[in-house]
């Protein structure tokens, strides 16, 4: 299944020739596993013919090193020492066709990563992983749609700045705690402005935009779409909140807990199933909207579907082995520590309308029946908004198609003597310990259903190299804790 296009997206050759008939060059970019998009310009006549042909060699070295283009501690399937870090197919998807309006309207175009040989996604192009749900859930008739939150600190810092003060006693964007101000907007009002005005101009609409609690904390909601395009949007919108701040001299940071004393930055994602009528998969009926639904497991699945409770089972009994997918950096843990990460993002929890748990169900009585959906809070902003989704929706059709019970009462029926009896299931504490759950042989991820072996492989390849890194790193906090003391 395609992503849903953008509004003047070419079918044909033709149409696509009219649109660039006054332009010289084009962007493209594709994304690695760390979600960064690695890209490049093209002159218009080379992209025309990629476009006419499979698409375009580009150095599969990408998914053969790290986000600072470190190549990784031991060799990985798609590029390594032996295959001479060869080239891979860069596919082009004229349906993700926008132009950047910050950067001279320049015409912008996605790809998606295949095997030269097979010409099927790589086992880790995060487009192709998505994709991969989507259409299980296309098999089915049904469509996958989702929408992202994201909060993030900003700073009044340029690279050049970052890298000078050696990223200490950076300058929030405003001092404070100021969650939802309308005071706090009117300082850097232009870039507030530009931030909603430019990304819709770029075709990645927004549909909420306020000021969130902590110094120079933005939270940004991106409309409700497909899957695909969401991830699509996720991963854009954080490209043009980075280079719209740099016009602005504003560094936007989507670091999960850039600050010990202060709250991280979530990337809440919300999810739902639609069948080719438009109908939620997830609501009940409307003779069930009086009472809820008769056979439901809880009070809290009452306003739930039956394919939407065994959607949720599916996601809770494959949370442990699918965190690295939502929790993909070492920092991104340190946002899940506290007394009250027990009952916010770091066990498998679940309940109606509730923050406090790791899955929140949205439904009536506080929603209509179309608005039914199932909010992920365990994400950080630091997320890879594709693998994330594929986790979840993966997992989530698993469920349904086993027709998995429900594998613990709602949070609200908990209690601090069930987390204490082991009665609470705990999510993994670090990124180690999640990297070792994925990758254990008996991991839902292997499913082939979900992940598969090759995708397992690889992103835990990555994953273990990031933890080497973070092992024989030697911070701050000890040089100042056991210097003098030891």
């Known amino acids: 299944m395609a ?32 979600g960064v998009l690695r890209g490049k310009f093209m002159s218009k006549e080379k992209f025309i013919s990629a476009v006419s042909s499979d698409g375009f060699g580009f150095c599969s070295v990408i998914f053969g090193w790290d986000i600072h ?45 295949l095997d030269p040989d097979t010409r099927e996604p790589i086992c880790a192009d995060p487009r192709g992983v998505l994709k991969k749900a989507s259409d299980k859930a296309d098999s089915l008739g049904w469509s996958c749609m989702a929408g992202c939150e994201y909060e993030y600190f900003q700073f009044k810092e340029t690279p050049h700045t970052l890298a000078e003060k050696k990223y200490q006693n950076l300058q929030p964007l405003t001092p404070g705690m100021h969650g939802y101000s309308l005071l706090r907007t009117q300082l850097n009002n232009e870039y507030f402005h530009d931030l909603f005005d430019e990304t819709h101009k770029f075709e990645v609409p927004l549909e909420g935009h306020h000021t969130e609690t902590g110094p120079g904390v933005y939270e940004t909601a991106l409309a409700y779409t497909a899957a695909l395009r ?58 069930e909207l009086k009472s809820g639904r008769e056979g439901a497991a809880y009070d809290d699945t009452r306003f739930l579907s039956q394919e939407g409770e065994w959607f949720l089972a599916g996601v809770l009994h494959g949370l442990p082995d699918g965190k690295l997918h939502l929790v993909p950096t070492i920092n991104g843990y340190k946002r899940l520590v506290g007394g009250e990460a027990f009952w916010a993002p770091n066990a498998v929890t679940y309940g ?20 039914t959906r199932m909010e992920v809070r365990v994400p950080g902003a630091d997320m890879n908004p594709y693998f994330a989704m594929a986790a979840i929706f993966g997992l989530g059709l698993r469920g349904i198609e086993k027709k998995l019970s429900l594998p613990c009462v709602p949070i609200g029926q908990m209690t601090v003597e069930d987390k204490k009896n082991g009665k609470v299931q705990m999510l993994p504490q670090s990124l180690e310990a999640a990297t070792e759950r994925m990758m254990r042989p008996d991991s839902i991820a292997r499913d082939p259903s979900v992940f598969g072996d090759g995708f397992v492989e690889h992103f835990g390849g990555t994953r273990e190299h990031e933890v080497k890194l973070w092992n024989e790193a030697v911070t701050n906090w000890e040089v100042e804790r056991y210097l003098e003391l030891a």
């Open 3 to 34: 992503p849903s296009p953008t509004r003047y997206a070419p079918t044909t050759i033709a149409q696509l020739k009219e649109l660039l008939k006054d332009d010289i060059k084009v962007k493209v970019a594709g994304i690695d596993v760390d």
């Open 69 to 113: 283009d470190t190549v990784y501690s031991r060799e990985l399937l798609i590029s390594n020492r032996a295959n001479g870090y060869r080239d891979i197919l860069a596919s082009i998807d004229l349906s993700t066709y926008r132009r950047i309006p910050w950067e001279n309207n320049v015409p912008f175009f996605l790809v998606s990563f």
């Open 230 to 287: 969401m991830a699509d949007n996720a991963i854009l919108f954080k490209y043009a909140a980075k280079s719209i701040g740099m016009k602005h001299g504003i560094t936007p940071s989507f670091m999960a807990k850039p600050w010990g004393n202060l709250p991280g930055c979530s990337g809440h994602i919300h999810v739902s199933l639609k069948d080719k009528n438009g109908k939620n998969i997830f609501a009940v009926k409307d003779s």
């Open 352 to 371: 109606y309308d509730s923050r406090a748990a790791s899955v929140r169900i949205i439904s009536p009585p506080s929603v209509s029946p179309e608005a």
